[in-house]
């Protein structure tokens, strides 16, 4: 009996369907993460988890979630009383059996929509615009005009950010080399008064990422007229940034499942309906509070229908990035020089 279990798993396992989940990216190396529907959930703390296979590139497999032994101390697998023995062997084949499904999903799988891997694209973000820097977030008004200026006298492109997004999403014309995109988040009041005239003046494109809950509402915040207004310049295009700005890493940890689900749903959801009454304009790019984001939220950003969503993983979007993840350069007011340059990709 425990030898027919033990087969049937490994068969199981062998024939798991693995479902690419998208590339995470790690400081050091491109990680994947590949779920394996056919396999039980694991209980951990109260909470569901999908069991996953971690790979690291060109060291193949790295690690499995839930390790063998929690796999194995599951209530599923528990209450068939297998002897020790057999439990350790039962293991070691999920452990050979998954680097083998690695090894096919690694293979079979296209890094990215396109594979163009010449693509360097630096999507840039800013939050507030001051005459004087007054915290990390802040960048002076003259920064800003240097970067712009820095931009132009390199004659690098700034392109849209639904330029970019179409391109990975395989509908549109390839950037052009060293291309740059501009974005702010948060919808803070400088990007009218200090952002705009500077846009005006070197006619690019920029996205902004907002929370309807604070416009026309904070005190620091912009209001829907002069959004409405930055429209109408047709230099500015306005995008989700959640609905409050939530830090989802607390709101999972204070929630059940459930009740996170459901919050997250709303947060993503709510932004595109408010937005589209208000602006009539129905946004279809993310970007994450704080640039926090995981597994789950990737799906349910998908699922809420964004097209796209972005971090701020300060590196260039390559042709290996997921497309709900894309990283972005957080601006500050050191973002000159030789720092610029790199972050531009026109650097030594
Ligand atoms: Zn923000």
Same mark, same amino acid.
């Given at each position: ?21 998208? *590339? ?21 703390? $109260? ?6 296979? =971690? ?6 497999? %790295?690690?499995?979630?839930? /390790?063998?032994? *929690?796999?194995? $101390? ?24 998954? =680097? ?6 690694? /293979? ?15 999507? %840039? ?11 990390? @977030? ?22 849209? %950010? ?28 400088? =990007? ?98 704080? $640039? ?7 799906? @349910? ?12 993983? $300060? ?34």
């Amino acid at each position: 009996m425990e030898t027919l279990i033990f087969w049937s798993l490994v068969a199981e396992v062998k024939e798991a369907k693995c479902r690419k989940k998208g *590339e995470l990216t790690t400081e050091k190396a491109p990680i994947s993460t590949v779920t394996l529907r056919s396999f039980p959930k694991i209980n951990t703390g $109260g909470r569901e988890k999908e069991s996953q296979l =971690v790979f690291q590139k060109n060291r193949g497999f %790295l690690a499995f979630s839930p /390790s063998p032994v *929690e796999f194995l $101390g599951t209530a599923a697998v528990r209450h068939h009383l297998f002897s020790e023995l057999t439990r350790v062997a039962l293991a070691a084949a999920v452990l050979a059996a998954c =680097v083998l499904s690695a090894g096919r999903v690694v /293979s079979g799988q296209a890094s990215a929509p396109t594979r163009d891997t010449s693509l360097r694209v630096s999507v %840039l973000v800013y939050h507030r615009f001051a005459p004087v820097v007054k915290d990390s @977030m802040t960048v002076r008004t003259s920064t800003f005009r240097w970067q712009l200026d820095y931009l132009k006298q390199h004659q690098q492109p700034v392109i849209t %950010l639904r330029a970019l997004v179409s391109y990975l999403e395989g509908k549109g014309a390839p950037p052009p080399p060293r291309a740059v995109v501009i974005t702010a988040d948060d919808g803070h009041e400088s =990007v009218f008064t200090d952002m705009l005239p500077a846009i005006r003046e070197y006619q690019v494109p920029v996205t902004l990422f907002i929370y309807p809950s604070a416009i026309s509402n904070a005190s620091y915040a912009m209001t829907w007229q002069q959004l409405v207004a930055l429209r109408e310049t047709r230099l500015f295009d306005i995008q989700s940034h959640t609905y409050w700005h939530p830090n989802f890493k607390t709101e999972k940890r204070r929630l059940s499942a459930d009740a996170f689900r459901a919050f997250a749903a709303n947060q993503l959801v709510k932004p595109r309906m408010v937005l589209e009454k208000r602006l009539g304009i129905r946004p279809d790019v993310l970007a994450w509070p704080f $640039g926090i984001y995981d597994d789950e939220l990737l799906a @349910m950003a998908r699922e809420a229908g964004y097209d796209a969503a972005f971090t701020i993983d $300060g590196r260039a979007v390559t042709s290996r990035e997921q497309i709900m993840a894309l990283p972005r350069f957080l601006m500050t007011d050191k973002a000159t020089g030789s720092t610029f340059a790199a972050m531009v990709g026109s650097g030594k």
